[in-house]
């Protein structure tokens, strides 16, 4: 059975990814029912998860493996340490700016794996939707290091970076409640080059998914 598991895992690995960048968002509005100190272990059990799934999911080479090992292990210890003896705005712009250099190399090695010319699969499809969830994850840190890095850069009540997860994604989809608002030149540009690089990312993609399906069939 134990066999089995791991044999499933291995060939499973941006599916567990899939699931374990889902379970950020929609477990939030959950964890907000509960006390503080729960919800922040929790929100930080969840990111740790996220961490090491994608970790494994690009473990398939060594070299990249080793890299995001290398700043995979800072953000999730600086991350427990920020929970246990508190931050300031300096150890948030650190942690935060780690944790986009290592959510880009994720994206961008499980891009290069959803646009190479082969079978399109369950897991390709998995990776194409981890890459466009790691977009909007990688935005929300850039949103918040510009808050922090340029105060009053958002109208915002509460600068949590669930909120930021929130118009992240919001941008990225091109909905724009406009409950947050970007104030700031800086501001303003990272959020149409989301919403572009959304809109982009999701046309591209739906080409080239077709396009390998049709050839393939027709190889087939």
């Given at each position: 059975?134990?066999?089995?598991?791991?044999?499933?895992?291995?060939?499973?690995?941006?599916?567990?990814?899939?699931?374990?960048?889902?379970?950020?968002?929609?477990?939030?509005?959950?964890?907000?029912?509960?006390?503080?100190?729960?919800?922040?272990?929790?929100?930080?059990?969840?990111?740790s998860?996220?961490?090491?799934?994608?970790?494994?999911?690009?473990?398939?080479n060594?070299?990249?493996?080793?890299?995001?090992?290398?700043?995979?292990?800072?953000?999730?210890?600086?991350?427990?340490?920020?929970?246990?003896?508190?931050?300031?705005?300096?150890?948030?712009?650190?942690?935060?700016?780690?944790v986009?250099?290592?959510?880009?190399?994720?994206?961008?090695?499980m891009?290069?794996?959803?646009?190479?010319?082969?079978?399109?699969?369950?897991?390709?499809?998995?990776?194409?939707?981890?890459?466009?969830?790691?977009?909007?994850?990688?935005?929300?840190?850039?949103?918040?290091?510009?808050?922090?890095?340029?105060?009053?850069?958002?109208?915002?009540?509460?600068?949590?970076?669930?909120?930021?997860?929130?118009?992240?994604?919001?941008?990225?989809?091109?909905?724009?409640?406009?409950?947050?608002?970007?104030?700031?030149?800086?501001?303003?540009?990272?959020?149409?080059?989301?919403?572009?690089?959304?809109?982009?990312y999701?046309?591209?993609?739906?080409?080239?998914?077709?396009?390998?399906?049709?050839?393939?069939?027709?190889?087939?």
């Open positions: 059975m134990s066999t089995n598991w791991l044999k499933w895992l291995t060939q499973r690995r941006f599916f567990v990814l899939l699931i374990s960048l889902l379970l950020l968002p929609l477990v939030h509005p959950l964890l907000s029912g509960l006390d503080l100190v729960a919800t922040r272990i929790l929100s930080n059990i969840f990111f998860v996220m961490l090491f799934s994608s970790v494994y999911a690009i473990s398939h060594k070299r990249l493996f080793t890299i995001a090992l290398i700043l995979g292990i800072p953000a999730f210890g600086a991350r427990w340490v920020i929970y246990f003896l508190g931050s300031s705005p300096g150890v948030i712009i650190g942690v935060h700016s780690v986009v250099i290592f959510l880009v190399l994720v994206a961008g090695t891009l290069s794996h959803v646009l190479k010319d082969e079978v399109v699969t369950g897991e390709k499809v998995s990776a194409a939707i981890c890459v466009y969830l790691l977009i909007g994850l990688t935005w929300a840190y850039l949103f918040s290091l510009t808050y922090y890095l340029e105060p009053g850069s958002f109208h915002i009540e509460d600068p949590d970076l669930s909120h930021f997860v929130y118009y992240s994604f919001i941008t990225l989809s091109t909905l724009g409640y406009g409950d947050i608002t970007p104030l700031s030149p800086s501001a303003r540009a990272l959020s149409y080059v989301e919403a572009i690089t959304g809109q982009l999701l046309t591209v993609l739906v080409a080239r998914l077709v396009g390998l399906h049709i050839a393939h069939y027709k190889k087939g």
